[in-house]
């Protein structure tokens, strides 16, 4: 939970990271449920 806060955190900072966070976000959510 704290890890996905922080990556949300960032991705306001850095838009164009933010895609590419996304997509992992997708990734890890489909292994993890």
């Known amino acids: 939970m704290s890890k996905a806060m922080d990556t949300k ?3 306001k900072k850095e838009p164009v990271k933010s895609i590419k966070e996304k997509r992992l976000e ?8």
């Open 9 to 11: 955190k960032e991705t």
């Open 26 to 33: 997708k990734k890890e959510k489909k292994h993890k449920y």
